[in-house]
């Protein structure tokens, strides 16, 4: 229970450190990109949002503290100013559309790589030099090596464009309505194949060479000497005392890697016009929409700060030695 | 031990000239050389000597638990007439533990620290006996017993239990499937004095009541003296003095043997300083053991060999 | 000794190629001397690692294209030297980009600010990572607890997203790109060394140090330093081919200088091109297959010295024994990441 208390204050710090990243950047760069963004969209806001604007952006003449107390006030009742990409919708609102997209298709990638990539990394420690053990780990590496979204650009070239096996832009058909139908579904698991295909083909390699590395160094412990002693079957050892024990430090990269992957969705979004946070990110940046990148950016950080949570809780569960304090 | 065993009946363990090497990158080191010795019924064997002189690499070999890069490079094992080097993978799995059980340096490590201590000494009834969860948890609660734990510390985890606790259900497990020769290596090296001394009565008494054979490899001299009928003294790899316990212990006859028990001090009596070996004197190509007198075999030492012991 | 010394090996008759004996080896003595021997040998033993070797070459290789980009591209890049869109030919062996410039010069002058802001990326994150973890390591106590917070904060906030309101508020260019990449990227290498660093602390010689009353400095830099020089390379390896990544990403989604020419521009030209549904695969292959292959090749490096250091790892010879003892622990690839 201790552990779990200490790790909530430790995300509680780090939120704490990104919202205040997030306060400070438009107060304290160089240059002043933020009114440079109000001159160009004054003609579309009210005069209403345009003050809101300034005080979110710290362009009204209040002390320093004062603006600082108020953005906390704005973060926890979810006011995070007016999109101008996707002017006049609120932050929140084009967020909120928007992240389920994200969570699928990071989800889905991150699950399917960590099952395979672990179960790979185990049969290859366990047979050392093997087939496994010699063919796929350089391959993995090397990618690995390529950037997401150019991998991303070449599937989609490949598969989409030159094939034409999958389709080649957003989350499902144009003109289907959003339903729980096996029509709907199955199409979108049809617009899910490439872009989570890429992210998979990219990480698995890492966390492969990760749980490898980590089985190799578990099966010189005396335990796993002391299980072979006892005769027991070695499919057992394998899985209940070593990948058992291996597991532990690939739950904590688990809630590290998070943060790598849902990076890599956001470029994958770009190349497949998927319409996650991160195609969304794209407009933003190309409009300058300052509310809109510092939203996404919050968000995503609550939401891996909030995954790293679970997995903790998850590792209590799985290591006796946190559980009882 | 008072009484020595008969030796009427053939020896538990057999081993004959084996050598172990490890193969380094740029050199083989060979850590076992030319070793021979036998294992009666009910026997205890101790096996002494300094840290890294092989024979912690000597009793692993018995059991084929050896990885790379070392390896057996000659000589064989015979159990009970058995030649365990030529055992297939399955025979040597139901060979272990079964017939020859083994107790490591440090419980602590030798335990694994994910799964309760019943769950592991479930295993072993349910790998070789093939008995139901149920029955092999009764089984695992008898054995706690046996070595003197509460029962109810069977859904403990290795961490939540004392070094000495760890070590007996270590020891419960080892005799869980009443085996032929029990090896023990350094098992107390890790525990106080105190709780040394309790595991070494409850492993005597467990041996006296079970009467399995013991292979004791400690480097505590007085320790082993008390305890084995017949010892071994190994350095460098090799032995180089062979005799009943008692015998070696009041008549040394190699001066490595004789520095290795003048290193521990008298309990009582007056303060006397330590005498070991001189400073540099190293013994090489050590000859094979001659007997010289019944039941005890020395490596004979080359004539001009500066030996005696310097002051400390 | 004790039994659990992790220095107890079980070797002493040492036996040459020619299987005489040698006799016994001096029982290990104390850890009290920072091993400088086995520093000088990592350069020599990576020559002779294949991995390694092929990674150096591969990289020398990207390397002399870069510096020697003016003498060896078919002339300016940036400049429209024929129609759209060219499939590769004779005359523009990469073909041309949908404006009209000659791939093959862009990808060779793209060389030069991908390897450049990668390197000096990862020399920056590295040497903070190091000051950050040998502080932490070093002084202990609230220092570390205060770095060590810092350090997983920084590796737990999501790595795009930060670098994405980062470099939006900055004014777009290469020393921006630069700063934004090492103020994110140091966390992951701090982490690493602080962890060798405080494995190194433990040792007497820094015991030895310390009572003999040397600054602070001098034991951080002289006698832990030389003796993470492997786990140092592997660190800088690791920051090098983040910030060449992490400096495509960025570009890709249009926050660098995009009249810089560099293998995320022209990924970011060529997608912003329409080059993908065009069907013009050459405008986007070579800058890719590029940044690719310069980081295969640091990865290569990294495995050669992980394998040189750490021998369990080697797949044909490996030194695990049941009685020895990690060393280290492994070091994880994902570093970085």
């Known amino acids: 229970m201790r552990f779990v208390v200490r790790r909530l204050g430790f995300y509680l710090v780090a939120f704490w450190v ?282 995503i950080t609550a939401a891996v700060l909030v995954a790293n949570f679970l997995v903790d809780i998850v590792y209590v569960r799985l290591d006796p030695r946190v559980r009882v304090s | 031990m008072s009484t020595h065993p008969s030796r009427d009946d053939a020896p538990v363990l057999e081993v004959t000239d084996l050598s172990v090497e490890y193969h380094g990158e740029h050199r083989t080191v060979r850590a076992v050389d030319r070793v021979s010795f036998t294992i009666g019924r009910g026997e205890i064997f101790g096996l002494a000597g300094e840290s890294g002189c092989g024979k912690s690499t000597a009793a692993n070999a018995v059991m084929r638990l050896l990885r790379e890069p070392a390896a057996i490079t000659g000589g064989t094992i015979r159990f009970q007439g058995r030649d365990v080097l030529a055992l297939d993978a399955e025979e040597l799995r139901t060979l272990r533990w079964r017939e020859v059980a083994m107790v490591f340096q440090s419980a602590m490590s030798s335990l694994n620290p994910v799964m309760t201590v019943g769950d592991q000494i479930v295993d072993i009834f349910t790998t070789h006996e093939r008995l139901r969860k149920s029955v092999a948890r009764e089984r695992a609660a008898e054995l706690l017993e046996l070595v003197r734990i509460d029962p109810g510390r069977l859904r403990s985890y290795p961490h939540q239990l004392s070094g000495g606790m760890r070590q007996r259900v270590v020891i419960a497990m080892a005799v869980a499937l009443r085996p032929q020769l029990l090896i023990m290596d350094e098992p107390t090296t890790a525990l106080d004095v105190v709780v040394q001394q309790e595991i070494m009565a409850q492993i005597a008494e467990l041996q006296r009541s079970l009467g399995f054979s013991v292979l004791f490899i400690t480097h505590d001299m007085s320790l082993m003296i008390e305890l084995s009928h017949r010892m071994a003294v190994m350095y460098a790899g090799r032995f180089v003095e062979t005799a009943p316990a008692r015998d070696l212990f009041a008549h040394p006859r190699h001066p490595y043997t004789r520095a290795l028990i003048n290193a521990f001090p008298p309990l009582s009596g007056p303060n006397t300083p330590l005498v070991g070996l001189r400073e540099g004197v190293r013994f090489t190509d050590i000859p094979d053991l001659r007997e010289e007198a019944p039941g005890h075999w020395v490596a004979p030492v080359p004539v001009g060999t500066v030996i005696d012991g310097g002051r400390a | 000794m004790s039994a659990t010394d992790p220095t107890e090996v079980p070797l002493l008759v040492a036996t040459d190629h020619r299987g005489t004996l040698s006799g016994p080896t001096a ?114 106590g609230r220092a570390d607890n205060a770095l060590s917070l810092l350090t997983n904060v920084f590796l737990l906030i999501p790595g795009l997203p930060l670098l994405v309101i980062l470099a939006a508020f900055l004014p777009t260019g290469m020393v921006t790109v630069i700063l934004v990449l090492t103020f994110t990227g140091w966390a992951g290498s701090a982490r690493v060394l602080r962890s060798q660093a405080l494995s190194i602390r433990g040792k007497d010689f820094v015991a030895a140090a310390i009572v003999t009353g040397e600054r602070p400095a001098w034991i951080m830099f002289r006698e832990i330093l030389p003796n993470m020089a492997s786990i140092v390379m592997i660190t800088l390896i690791g920051s090098v081919i983040f910030g060449i990544g992490a400096q495509a990403g960025l570009e890709f989604l249009g926050l660098g200088d995009v009249s810089v020419v560099s293998w995320g521009t022209n990924l970011y030209w060529a997608s912003n091109d329409g080059a993908l549904m065009s069907g013009t695969w050459w405008a986007f292959v070579p800058s890719g297959a590029a940044i690719a292959f310069v980081a295969f090749a640091l990865a290569l490096i990294n495995y050669g010295v992980d394998e040189v250091t750490n021998p369990r790892l080697r797949a044909t010879r490996r030194t695990t024994s049941a009685r020895r003892r990690a060393l280290r622990p492994a070091t994880h690839p994902e570093v970085n990441r």
């Open chain 1, 18 to 299: 990104s919202v205040t990243l997030n306060f400070l950047l438009p107060r304290f760069m160089p240059g002043d990109p933020v009114s440079r963004m109000l001159s160009q969209s004054q003609g579309r806001m009210t005069p209403e949002q345009v003050d809101q604007m300034r005080v979110l952006f710290g362009l009204d003449q209040r002390p320093v503290w004062q603006q600082y107390l108020g953005y906390w006030h704005s973060v926890f009742t979810g006011d995070m100013g007016v999109s101008i990409s996707r002017f006049p919708t609120p932050v929140t609102e084009v967020i909120a559309s928007q992240i389920g997209w994200t969570v699928l298709l990071g989800g889905t990638a991150l699950l399917i790589a960590v099952v395979i990539g672990n179960a790979l990394g185990i049969l290859a420690a366990w047979r050392r030099g093997g087939v496994l053990d010699s063919v796929l780990p350089p391959v993995l590496v090397f990618v690995g090596s390529f950037p997401y979204f150019w991998l991303a650009m070449g599937a989609l070239y490949l598969f989409g464009v030159t094939l034409g096996w999958f389709p080649l832009r957003h989350a499902f058909t144009a003109g289907l309505t959003p339903s729980g139908s096996p029509v709907f579904l199955s199409d979108v698991a049809a617009h899910l194949v490439l872009p989570a295909a890429t992210i998979v083909l990219v990480s698995i390699g890492g966390w492969m060479l990760g749980m490898r590395n980590t089985m190799i160094a578990t099966n010189s412990e005396d335990y796993i000497v002391m299980a072979e002693a006892k005769g027991l079957r070695p499919a057992r050892i394998m899985l209940r005392y070593a990948a058992r024990n291996a597991t532990l430090p690939a739950v904590t990269s688990f809630g590290m890697a998070i943060g790598f992957v849902v990076g890599g969705a956001l470029l994958t979004e770009v190349v497949f016009a998927y319409p996650g946070v991160g195609y969304q990110l794209l407009g933003a940046v190309s409009a300058l929409d300052y509310p809109l990148m510092q939203g996404i950016f919050l968000t």
């Open chain 3, 27 to 140: 029982p290990a003595a104390p850890d009290l001397l920072p091993r400088r021997r086995a520093r000088q040998g990592l350069v020599h033993s990576l020559v002779a690692n294949r991995k390694a070797l092929t990674g150096m070459i591969l990289l020398a290789l990207f390397v002399v294209v870069a510096l020697l980009a003016p003498l060896l591209a078919p002339g300016d890049p940036s400049t429209i030297t024929s129609l759209g869109a060219q499939p590769p030919s004779a005359q523009h062996l990469l073909g041309t980009t949908p404006k009209g410039q000659d791939v093959l010069a862009l990808t060779m002058w793209g060389a030069r600010s991908s390897l450049l802001v990668g390197f000096v990326v990862g020399l920056a994150a590295t040497a903070i990572g190091l000051l950050v973890g040998l502080s932490s390591a070093y002084f202990g």
